[in-house]
T-cell receptor, first 113, second 116 residues
Framework: NAGVTQTPKFQVLKTGQSMTLQCAQDMNHEYMSWYRQDPGMGLRLIHY???????DQGEVPNGYNVSRSTTEDFPLRLLSAAPSQTSVYFCASNNAGSNYGYTFGSGTRLTVV | AQKITQTQPGMFVQEKEAVTLDCTYD???????LFWYKQPSSGEMIFLIY??????QNATEGRYSLNFQKARKSANLVISASQLGDSAMYFCAMREGRTGFQKLVFGTGTRLLVSP
């Protein structure tokens, strides 16, 4: 099925470990983005990309790194995990001006202990 | 200042009844879009309905309608004939501007519980 695929669905990390959350879309969308969802809050933007090779910071970028080498893939790297990064992470993609919102992946639930 | 405000942390409704979920927004940009998403217990974000700031008519999608009152800056979601499967978190979100990447700004959500 077409859409946004995120892996893994669940992950437990120890403080200080690094990891990469994978995100791939097959809709040829220009834009991709990463959000995090914390209890009692809506989703907040971490990083985004407007095309291959172009990324920029969102609202809460500290501790995360991204790159976009292809249109399809937009991985999110946690450089040195901290308990404050315990959250649910969503990858999304969209085309400019789309009135149908953003297509979200199914999310990755990350726990940092 | 909060850009999207959802003042109802939780709502209860009986099956087959209608329910309104409130959303107010704050923006000075004349071009913006308003979205509602549903998040069931399984966790995915499901797009429900969209309203553009220049749209003259209120948006409707099946049992979902958006009561858009521009002067009041409100964009309430109305679910008609509630079903048990409507039990979920509901998020209102806004994007601003016309060009370039437009991030979505989310409210804190409303948890809806539909009872038999």
């Amino acid at each position: 099925n077409a859409g946004v695929t995120q892996t893994p669905k669940f992950q437990v990390l120890k403080t200080g470990q690094s990891m990469t959350l994978q995100c791939a879309q097959d809709m040829n969308h220009e834009y991709m983005s990463w959000y995090r969802q914390d209890p009692g809050m809506g989703l907040r933007l971490i990083h985004y990309s407007v095309g291959a090779g172009i990324t920029d910071q969102g609202e809460v970028p500290n501790g995360y790194n991204v790159s976009r080498s292809t249109t399809e893939d937009f991985p999110l790297r946690l450089l040195s995990a901290a308990p404050s990064q315990t959250s649910v992470y969503f990858c999304a993609s969209n085309n400019a001006g789309s009135n149908y919102g953003y297509t979200f992946g199914s999310g990755t639930r990350l726990t940092v202990v | 200042a909060q850009k999207i405000t959802q003042t109802q942390p939780g709502m209860f409704v009986q099956e087959k009844e209608a329910v309104t979920l409130d959303c107010t927004y704050d923006t000075s940009d004349p071009s913006y879009g308003l979205f509602w998403y549903k998040q069931p217990s399984s966790g995915e974000m499901i797009f429900l309905i969209y309203q553009g700031s220049y749209d003259q008519q209120n948006a409707t999608e099946g049992r979902y309608s958006l009561n858009f009152q521009k002067a009041r800056k409100s964009a309430n979601l109305v679910i008609s004939a509630s079903q048990l499967g409507d039990s979920a978190m509901y998020f209102c979100a806004m994007r601003e501007g016309r060009t370039g990447f437009q991030k979505l700004v989310f409210g804190t959500g409303t948890r809806l519980l539909v009872s038999p």
